[in-house]
């Protein structure tokens, strides 16, 4: 579960996280009084599950309260990322004299929580990460005793060769991992950790992601949760039951078994395409999942193609088949479909299909690179 920076940086102000004052409004007007409330000199920034706010325009410098209403007025309605601006921070100006970036990940290969700190922070970390990767420094933690006083320090003179600001850092760093466990955080970062012309070492934005899997254990973290901001397919996925991802490519994927699913990604990948989304539809073979699922995919205007590619094990092909004519009674669909179903009655499923219309594949490799084609080819 995504949070927002306005809740994020509350949890972090919580841990005593060094955090500018800020209010969330919903309106211009409300952003003039908050600028005024301030002290005039504001930056509005858009709240929304998204990063590079700062890039598509949603995080912009406001010089007067008149200012900052024009600005906000800008922004609230705005879309990010297929996401609209419903709600805008508004904090003070800091100057600043450096970017930073703090992040905690989940690393897989060391089965640790992972802090990663670059003096390269502001922009896209993602680039750092990818062309100078030397610029980031890892510390896996120890789940036993967090992140310890030394290790902190000289992760904090990796930023910043002043001791001041180092210590001020390392203190930062371990008030974060321990936000992070506190709230069951798959992530959680702050970028960028600006320093002032005065020396001052503070969080200037802040992205933390929730474990699903902490939700039920922490009701005050799961009450954070903002459907109204949340992207509606995922919503609609949610209350159907589906494990739903929505991605940016053309490809709508139905696929039954989340490993079953990552491999078709990978595939549509490898043939050239991009999946439009990742969709597990479970183990059970209930048809009226399938017609969630295909209500959610069809509903995507950037999908170009659907692939349906289900291994009948407990789930019966069948009654997937069945699903997919009911759905299709019920949606008719814009876009070309491709179906590849094997296993469990997959020769009922095959004759339920070839009766109503449609053609259906056995080969996984052929099915992908069918879907690929129909989506307008290969990248
Ligand atoms: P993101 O683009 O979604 O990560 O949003 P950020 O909150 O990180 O803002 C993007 C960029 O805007 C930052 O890296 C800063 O360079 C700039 N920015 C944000 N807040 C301030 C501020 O108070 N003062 C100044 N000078 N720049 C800011
Ligand atoms: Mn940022």
């Not at 420094?137 to 120890?142: F, K, L, N």
């Not at 321990?178 to 600006?194: K, M, Q, R």
């Not at 009655?345 to 594949?361: P, S």
Request: hydrophobic share 45%.
């Amino acid at each position: 579960m995504n949070l927002h920076e306005y809740q994020a940086r509350e949890i972090l102000r919580r841990h005593g996280i060094p955090v500018p004052e800020g209010e969330v409004v919903t309106t211009p007007a409300a952003a003039k009084a908050a600028a005024t409330r301030l002290g005039g000199s504001v930056v509005v920034k858009a709240q929304v599950h998204a990063g590079g706010r700062g890039k598509a325009g949603g995080v912009k410098l406001a010089k007067t309260p008149d200012e900052a209403e024009a600005v906000a007025a800008k922004i609230i309605g705005m879309t990010i990322k297929g996401l609209t601006v419903q709600k805008v921070l508004v904090v003070p100006a800091t100057d600043i004299a450096s970017e930073s970036y703090l992040g905690i990940i989940v690393d897989r290969e060391s089965q640790r929580p992972m802090l990663m700190v670059s003096a390269a922070g502001g922009i896209d970390i993602e680039e750092v990460a990818a062309k100078t990767p030397e610029k980031i420094h890892r510390r896996a933690i120890d789940p036993r005793y967090g992140l310890l006083a030394h290790q902190a320090l000289a992760l904090g003179f990796q930023l910043y060769p002043d001791v001041t600001k180092a210590r001020a850092a390392a203190a930062i760093m371990q008030q974060l991992v321990t936000a992070a466990y506190d709230v069951g955080a798959s992530l959680a970062e702050i970028n960028p950790l600006v320093t002032t012309p005065e020396g001052k070492v503070l969080a200037l934005d802040a992205k933390i992601v929730i474990d699903d899997n902490e939700l039920d254990r922490k009701p005050a973290i799961a009450a954070l949760r903002d459907a109204s901001a949340e992207a509606p397919a995922e919503v609609q996925a949610r209350e159907a039951g589906l494990t739903f991802i929505k991605l940016e490519g053309s490809v709508g994927c139905c696929v039954n078994g989340a490993g079953l699913a990552m491999a078709t990604m990978d595939l549509v990948k490898y043939y050239g395409g991009d999946p439009a989304n990742f969709l597990d539809i479970g183990g059970s073979s209930n048809p009226q999942k399938v017609v969630n699922a295909l209500k959610i995919i069809t509903a995507d205007s950037n999908v170009r193609a659907i692939l349906f590619n289900i291994f009948g094990g407990i789930t019966r092909t069948d009654d997937v088949a069945n699903g997919i004519v009911q759905a299709t009674g019920q949606v008719p669909l814009k876009v070309p479909i491709v179906i590849r179903l094997t296993g469990t009655n997959e020769q009922e499923a095959m004759r339920i299909l070839k009766k109503a219309g449609f053609d259906a594949l056995t080969d996984m490799d052929q099915a992908v690179q069918q879907a690929v084609a129909a989506a307008g080819g290969a990248r």
